[in-house]
């Protein structure tokens, strides 16, 4: 007797907002033999995945390694670790994620000052300076793509002004990574996390993370190495203690140098994903693959506006790799999720808070920013929609959609010339 049946999910294309199909490149880099964690081979491994982090993240940032969580976790890293009992924290929230920074922020005892825009808008850097102004906090945390909103909030003034008042600044970009730009170095930001599961193209596991000088003082001013593995030459910082010992990334940051300072055992086949996923980036290069990810989110929501639908936010703020759209009027937008998973096997993503039944959100990102993809979703939703006695327009999502694609492979044909 079976104890229970063949592991045998059902064939999906993952069209919401994450997590997506992961490239079979990294399934099957995750497939390869184990070695043990301290082996030269193993630790060779690590090196070259900061190395290749480091492209990702375009950084110079010595200390660019994974954590070993889901994104949350790396976010969690960052933050128990940069903010002291005490210390302001300024979170500019112009959706879900930034409430979770906060709520992360408070757990650490930060002294939190949030800042909130309209769900659909992203903050103006004079905002978000006047803020630092007034309340000169110690670390402001901010998401570059927050999901729930399919906003992308411009960075590359925000470190500066951090910078002036002497603030770290910590940018959550476990939606954007890979698929819109990001300049870590350029715009001066001192930590950034992400995750695998949107534009990386690999599943959920694993969150690369990188920290700056500035950061990395402040952190390794509250070193204090656990006992039992702790040598009289492992002095502690005068900082207060770290409240996690999982996510003291003072202790990450010596198990991912040349000390090899055992920490937890590093995620053999999670750092495998994780290094095939930037690979695979690194390998297209990151303008292309963010191009990639442009083409396909217009094509994606010209596509979508050509049905008659209307996108939700600031359309010269939205993410490159998802849309938020409208619902239309008496159309059961659960009962259309649930005809296109059951029927067409494709998955869009509901919403949450204030969007909640108003929005469905599609995303185009990692493997699946493609053509086929956006053509095959456009053409299921459109036939779903008319089941449903939507009214919209037949016919023209699809030859929309493509007219982006076109116009997108004519002007690289040209360049090549
Ligand atoms: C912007 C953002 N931050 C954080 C997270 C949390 O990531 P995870 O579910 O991998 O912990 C998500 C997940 O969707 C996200 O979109």
Redesign the pocket.
Known sequence: MQAAPDLNPPARLLMG??PINADPRVLRAMATPLVGQFDPSMTALMGETMALYREVFRTANRWTLLVDA????G?EAALVSMIEPGDRVLVPIFGR?GH?LSEIARRCEGDVVEIETEWGRVFDPGQVEDAVRKHRPKVIAI?Q???STTMCQPLAEIGAIARRYDALVYV?T??SLGGNELRTDDWQLDVVSA?L?KCLAGP?GSSPITIGPRAEKAIVRRRHVESGIATPADRRGPGARIRSNYFDLAMIMDYWSEKRLNHHTEATTMLYGARECARILVDEGMDAAIGRHRVAGEAMAEGLEAMGLRLFGERAHKMANVAGVFIPDNVAGESVRASLLADFGIEIGTSFGPLAGKIWRIGTMGYNARKDCVLTTLAALESVLLVHGAKIAAGQAVPAALAVFRAAEDAKARAAQ
């Open positions: 907002p994450g889901t994104a949350r976790g976010i994620f979770l998401c793509g927050d999901t959550d476990t939606a995750g599961q959920s």
